[in-house]
């Protein structure tokens, strides 16, 4: 099973970089969802990670499929911006994840050359104020469904993840924890879950 941190847009580029660097060793990939911050900034931190000998084969660059090619990272594509069909199109060696909220977007997702699939939210949380949590019976059949990783996101707990593993989810996506004060330790604990 998978861990992908998520980040908040909540941090700048210095103190973003120092959150990745203490959790990198806890956390298969990070999707840098960083919407306010701009191209030339995130090449910046990717420069800045790289030359720390952070591993670029983790990085994720959120709804910027063109900016992903150019170096060479992978993207998670979302509902809005470029289809899955299209950047499959334009870049047909990007590694592609898709955000998705129904089984039929799954399928087509899948069908259109996504390389995983990025569910939810599915418990209460704060990010998500306000709205309905999808639950995990949509999850669990969109992962018996699907033959591409299906990953879960949304409220998840540490104590969630032997769940998601039983039932065919391959990881799990968490944006708090890598926030929090002590993003080390809360990071911890959610590896801690998924190797046992």
């Not at 995130?42 to 063109?66: C, M, N, Q, W, Y």
């Not at 599915?122 to 999850?139: F, Q, V």
Request: glycine share 6%; proline share 5%.
């Amino acid at each position: 099973m998978k861990l992908v941190g998520v980040t908040d847009d909540c941090h700048s580029v210095d103190e973003l970089l120092l959150k990745l660097l203490e959790t990198e060793p806890y956390i298969d990939e990070f999707i840098l969802r960083e919407k306010s911050k701009t191209d030339v900034q995130l090449i910046e931190l990717i420069s800045r990670l790289s030359t720390r000998g952070f591993p670029l084969d983790k990085i994720i660059v959120h709804a910027r499929p063109s900016l992903a090619n150019s170096l060479s990272i992978a993207c998670q594509l979302t509902g809005y911006g470029m289809s899955v069909k299209e950047a499959r199109t334009t870049f047909p060696s990007l590694r592609l994840g898709s955000s998705i909220h129904s089984l039929e977007e799954a399928r087509e997702a899948q069908a259109a050359g996504a390389d995983w699939l990025l569910y939810g939210h599915i418990y209460l949380t704060s990010s998500k104020k306000g709205l309905a949590p999808r639950g995990t019976d949509e999850l669990f059949e969109i992962a018996l469904s699907c033959t591409i990783p299906v990953y879960a996101i949304g409220g998840i707990r540490p104590v969630h993840l032997p769940f998601f593993k039983r039932h065919g989810v391959r990881g799990a996506a968490i944006l708090s924890p890598i926030s929090s004060q002590d993003a080390v330790s809360a990071v911890r604990d959610y590896a801690r879950a998924r190797d046992s």
